[in-house]
């Protein structure tokens, strides 16, 4: 599987937008990256995925490059709500690897 | 609310002993994943099981097993229990198997072995 790189934490003032990134340099072609967030020791929670195009649900934008070897979550007006740890996680399409692997993700500290 | 339910929400027991985690998975879902999260390790993905068979393996210890039912519920057993054991155990669901498919987490066991 591919591996992602996230930077350990990140600050962000409320009512701005919070961009994450992600490295994923050894993306193969058919991995789609996926964004996850785990607030306080909470089950973790699913926010947004894609495989080549930038994609946006009701809690955030994610932006890949067009060589797909980075990625960057933005949430649009972070809340204090919002802190949590975020994950990045690249996921194949083949059965054996059917399965996350979570990494270290980023900690975002929205602050007031 | 995901949508996921697991019980027990607490779990104490002792060194040796033996203890059953339960997860109902999203209704309509046929994919159950568990997932072991201790404070040195982080999330960690143990077993998945689709339609009540088993379809991928991780880091899970021979120690532990784990089951689907047919009602899709499933069990996951943990066997002769170290304090290392003790951890956040996740179980999560989605509607198929695939990378293409979410997967929605319920709110987690929190097993200590004393």
């Known amino acids: 599987d591919a591996k992602t790189t996230q930077p350990p934490s990140m600050d962000c003032a409320e009512g701005r937008a919070a961009n994450l990134p992600c490295n994923h340099s050894?993306?193969?072609?058919?991995?789609?990256v996926y964004w996850y967030r785990q607030i306080h020791s909470q089950g973790p929670q699913y926010i947004i995925h894609?495989?080549?195009n930038n994609e946006t649900n009701e809690m955030a934008s994610l932006i890949i490059t067009e060589d797909r070897k980075s990625s960057t979550l933005i949430l649009p007006h972070a809340t204090l709500r919002d802190t949590a740890v975020y994950y990045c996680?690249?996921?194949?399409?083949?059965?054996?690897?059917?399965?996350?692997?979570f990494g270290s993700g980023t900690k975002l500290n929205v602050k007031p | 609310d995901s949508g996921v339910t697991q019980t027990p929400k607490h779990l104490i027991t002792a060194t040796g002993q033996r203890v059953t985690l339960r997860c109902s998975p999203r209704?309509?879902?046929?994919?159950v994943y568990w997932y072991q999260q201790s404070l040195d390790q982080g999330l960690q993905f143990l077993i998945q099981?689709?339609?009540?068979?088993?379809?991928a393996k991780g880091n899970i210890l021979e120690r532990f097993s784990a089951q689907q039912f047919p009602d899709l519920h499933s069990e996951l057993n943990l066997s002769s229990l170290e304090l290392g054991d003790s951890a956040l155990y996740f179980c999560?669901?989605?509607?198929?198997?695939?990378?293409?498919?979410?997967?929605?987490f319920g709110p987690g066991t929190r097993l200590t072995v004393l």
């Open positions: 099981y689709y339609n009540g068979e088993e379809r």
């Open positions: 999560a669901s989605s509607p198929r198997t695939g990378a293409g498919n979410e997967q929605f």
């Open positions: 209704s309509g879902d046929l994919s």
């Open positions: 996680i690249v996921r194949g399409l083949m059965d054996n690897f059917n399965k996350f692997y």
């Open positions: 894609g495989l080549k």
């Open positions: 050894t993306i193969s072609g058919n991995e789609y």
